[in-house]
């Protein structure tokens, strides 16, 4: 990265940053939700409770150490919602959702004007005490528990000669226990086992290695002080990941202040590593303006291998919505340390930054732009041999515009193109995508979406376009969709070109309360070559 580009970077991050500290009365809430259930076109999420969430609010998913929009919520009841799928971010039964909302305060009286100022102010302030009182009063303790158990079977086969079909089975168990006994202990648990039934044979003799456990942690909060102890994902530093070790969190005032101590899971299996071992800290503030919020956190965390630096780093994130209709995201990472001829030395280098907008000047737009700049993380211990190879890990960079328009009832129009580049590149790669989908056809009662996206990029140049139509039916929450899609990418006469033609088709439904079943099918077509996918799963919830 040039001097210039690096001035920029980093005068974003200070301004950001500084911006924090202007402000206080924070009430802002992030509500975490599971989905629950997901079809073609909707999303189905379920939280403790929907206190503070709207209709027309968007959810959001953490991918890629990045909060990503994915649903537009259209329906709500107590303690779930619904809405229209947006982007494209892989999702699935089980995986968090995240909405800010807004935790109004109770409402101050006040009296109708009768000449005597002294009077309305003495009620005024007589309500703010009991506001002020009740603020940090702890919750009753109620116990809540909640969860969801899914089974997944995924087959592929082909009908070309010698071909061997696969067979592979993946089971998810998420767990939620708050309040446990009425008192502030709780319990979470998220892991997965996965594996081919042609590898059975190997893994049976010890199944440890293939289940993946994402958070199994204990926690104990009360008030504003919280400890968790295990395998816990903290939603504050989300892109340090899950920590096998302890946690605390303290808030005081519009601040929390957190510091964690423990290991990294192992790289390769998930497991235990002791090797690992990391600590750090961070502080968290909330405040709002006229109801809107902003939330900054600022991390810094040591991670080593066997007792050598691994790796030091900067993080901060932040995110806001204090201007009317636009909410801003950004978080990015320093490294604080390198090695140089194998002498450890202390550096600041930035490693990357995100930026995210997304703006509703008027109720029928929402504006999304995104920046993307970061280099490759080095682990100095762990990954010798790669580092040893990166003479110059090059800054990689991509910007994202996209254009959501419903400019009448019951149509939909996706608009989005992107362009990343990095030094080196013969040329940067640039894509472009647009949707276009009517809901509630007259007389069918079906929707439909039509997509065109078109990439140009260092190898390959392509365009793929297609149709999907899908039909609701309220009996059982059943969902059935297909589509045909025809793809041709042009690979500059390295390998030729591939032109292929893909049928889907998907049905969801409830089978009895709790318990939903879906089927996928998805059928790609080469020439005389035919390759087919075909999934099963079931999802019960509790």
């Not at 995986?95 to 109770?106: A, L, R, T």
């Not at 702890?138 to 086969?157: E, I, L, V, W």
């Not at 192992?266 to 303006?289: K, V, W």
């Not at 990357?352 to 211990?381: F, G, K």
Request: net charge positive; proline share 2%; aromatic share 16%.
């Amino acid at each position: 990265m040039n001097k210039k580009n690096m001035k920029i970077h980093y005068l974003i991050y200070i301004l950001i940053f500084s911006s924090t500290l202007l402000f206080a009365k924070a009430n802002l809430i992030k509500k975490e939700g599971k989905i629950s259930f997901i079809t073609s076109q909707n999303i189905y999420v379920r939280f403790e409770n929907t206190d503070g969430i709207s209709v027309g609010d968007t959810a959001y998913h953490i991918h890629n150490e990045k909060f990503v929009p994915v649903m537009v919520i259209q329906f709500l009841s107590t303690v779930s919602c619904s809405g229209r799928k947006i982007g494209n971010t892989d999702l699935k039964i089980g995986d968090n959702v995240f909405v800010w909302s807004i935790n109004d305060e109770p409402k101050i009286l006040t009296l109708k004007s009768t000449g005597n100022e002294k009077d309305s102010n003495s009620v005024n302030d007589t309500a703010q005490q009991k506001v002020k009182k009740d603020k940090f009063k702890s919750p009753a303790h109620r116990f809540n528990f909640y969860g969801s158990f899914t089974a997944n079977s995924f087959s592929g086969f082909a009908n070309y000669a010698n071909s061997v079909g696969t067979q592979s089975w993946w089971y998810s168990l998420n767990l939620h226990a708050e309040n446990i006994g009425s008192t502030p202990f709780s319990f979470t648990n998220y892991m997965n086992f996965s594996y081919l039934t042609s590898d059975w044979s190997n893994i049976k003799s010890n199944v440890f290695n293939k289940i993946k456990i994402y958070d199994l942690s204990i926690g104990y909060k009360v008030n504003r002080f919280g400890v968790w102890l295990g395998r816990h994902m903290n939603n504050s530093i989300s892109s340090v990941g899950p920590i096998d070790g302890l946690q605390v969190e303290k808030g005081f005032g519009n601040f929390a202040v957190g510091g964690v101590i423990g290991s990294r899971p192992d790289f390769l299996h998930m497991g235990l590593n002791s090797n690992l071992f990391e600590y750090g800290a961070y502080l968290n503030r909330l405040d709002t303006i006229s109801h809107r919020q902003m939330q900054s956190t600022i991390a810094i965390f040591q991670q080593s291998n066997h007792g050598k630096t691994d790796r030091r780093f900067l993080y901060f994130q932040h995110n806001n919505n204090i201007v009317n209709n636009l909410y801003v995201f950004f978080s990015s990472e320093i490294d604080l340390f390198k090695l140089q001829n194998n002498k450890a030395k202390s550096d600041f280098s930035l490693t990357s930054l995100y930026l995210s907008t997304q703006y509703t000047p008027v109720r029928p737009l929402t504006i999304n732009l995104s920046y993307d700049a970061r280099r490759s993380v080095i682990y100095y211990e762990t990954f010798k041999s790669l580092y040893d190879s990166l003479f110059e890990n090059q800054l990689r960079q991509g910007f994202r515009l996209s254009f959501f328009i419903r400019p009448f009832t019951g149509i939909f129009i996706n608009l989005g193109g992107g362009y990343s580049f990095q030094k080196g590149d013969i040329k940067p790669s640039r894509n472009f995508n647009v949707s276009i989908t009517k809901s509630d056809i007259p007389l069918l009662d079906i929707s439909a979406s039509l997509t065109f996206n078109r990439i140009f990029s260092n190898y390959q140049s392509g365009s793929v376009y297609g149709i999907t139509l899908s039909k609701f039916i309220r009996i059982n929450f059943t969902s059935i969709s297909a589509g045909f899609s025809k793809l041709n990418y042009n690979f500059g006469g390295f390998t030729g070109n591939l032109d292929q033609k893909i049928a889907t088709v998907q049905i969801s439904t409830r089978l009895i309360n709790k318990v939903y079943f879906n089927i996928y099918y998805e059928g790609d077509f080469e020439g005389k070559t035919t390759y087919g996918r075909f999934m099963a799963g079931i999802n019960y919830r509790f």
